[in-house]
């Protein structure tokens, strides 16, 4: 039997600080704060004051002799792009928006009921104009220099940009232009190496960002994981996984969550294993985790885990967690969820070595 004692490879996304301590209580060793209210939206950038209310907040859980668990800082500036496409068929004019959400990756389906129709329309999230790229090095900034993040306790950032392969859709506003969605289909999707490092070299130097020039500092320690961005490029790889994670690779990222493509955890099994078999054979991946997010259950767990396995094999790796929000159906932190989560984990020795 596992040791009950044993810290938990689980992350769990709070959304405002009012669940960390409970999550906690519940077996989480690692927070990814979001703004309060923002689940509806997939999660974006929560302000300074609540992360120290959340830290004010984890300061019982220091004084039961429970460690402080690590925390991850969300920077997304707003939730999927938001239009109305107005389609006109033979005899009638039809308008109409549907959101379907996901945490961190969440898609905007524009659904047109055409006699000729073309289907659906997907307009792509976590592409960002230039002052949209520029209020979140603001936001990395003013965390990364609060004083309130530690590397020790292994704190960090989540965040995610991608673009087109021509790069122009970064002076593109989608909300304002449905016809992007159509140009920007025909166009391959990427991961934007040179405004992910930026990021992430204002995180490890604190420095002041100005548009494509980021100063390198002495380094802050802070982690850098790449958010569920990456399962867009991974559900249009064709197969690349490791063209996909040598980019991530490019970008300094620490990790990455994923499930493994667009979707599910449980639906994606071989492509998280394959994104866990590319991190682990590459040289300069060693040292990278796999945060499989999703749809997260602890009734799916262990066919997760075992999924994720190599053949043959018990050992799953120290560098993969888990990731869920725990939520019940109304929308409010489920224990009973939390703690068969945590239950499952131990079972299956889903823990921290240290």
């Known amino acids: 039997m596992a040791n009950d004692k044993a810290r938990l490879r689980l992350e769990v996304p709070i959304f405002g600080p009012d669940d960390g301590l409970l999550a906690v209580s519940m077996g989480a060793s690692r927070l990814e704060l979001n703004r309060a209210g923002s689940y509806a939206l997939g999660g974006t950038t929560p302000t300074l004051a609540e992360l120290a209310a959340l830290l004010s907040s984890l300061g019982t859980s220091s004084r039961q002799h429970r460690p402080r ?9 707003r939730g999927p792009p938001q239009t109305t496409i107005t389609t006109t068929t033979n005899t009638t004019t039809i308008t109409t928006a549907t959101i379907t959400a996901d945490h961190a990756s969440t898609d905007l389906t524009i659904t047109g009921l055409q006699q000729q129709g073309d289907g659906q329309q997907r307009l792509q999230d976590f592409l960002y104009t230039p002052a949209e790229f520029a209020a979140m090095a603001a936001s990395v900034r003013e965390f990364a220099t609060s004083g309130l993040l530690s590397a020790r306790h292994g704190d960090g950032f989540v965040f995610g940009v ?45 420095g002041e960002y100005k548009a494509g020039e980021v100063t390198d500092g002495a380094g802050s320690g802070l982690a850098c994981v790449l958010h569920r961005a990456v399962d867009d490029l991974l559900s249009c790889s064709e197969g690349d996984v490791g063209g996909v994670m040598e980019r991530l690779n490019e970008c300094r990222f620490d990790g990455v969550l994923t499930s493994g493509g667009r979707g599910n955890a449980v639906g994606n099994v071989d492509g998280l294993r394959e994104v866990v078999e590319s991190v682990t054979r590459t040289g300069s991946g060693m040292g990278t985790e796999v945060i499989v997010g999703g749809g997260v259950r602890k009734g799916n767990l262990g066919a997760l885990v075992k999924g994720l396995r190599k053949d043959g094999s018990n050992e799953l790796g120290e560098r993969v967690w888990f990731h869920s929000s725990c939520l019940g159906a109304d929308g409010k932190f489920d224990t009973e969820e939390a703690r068969g989560l945590a239950e499952e984990l131990r079972r299956l020795g889903v823990i921290l070595s240290d």
């Open 69 to 77: 668990p690590t925390i991850r800082i969300m920077i997304r500036p």
């Open 162 to 206: 991608l673009h087109h392969a021509n790069g122009q859709d970064r002076n593109q506003d989608q909300n304002e232009d449905p016809a992007v969605v159509k140009e920007s289909s025909q166009r391959r999707l990427e991961l934007d190496v040179e405004r992910n490092r930026e990021l992430v070299r204002l995180v490890s130097g604190s």
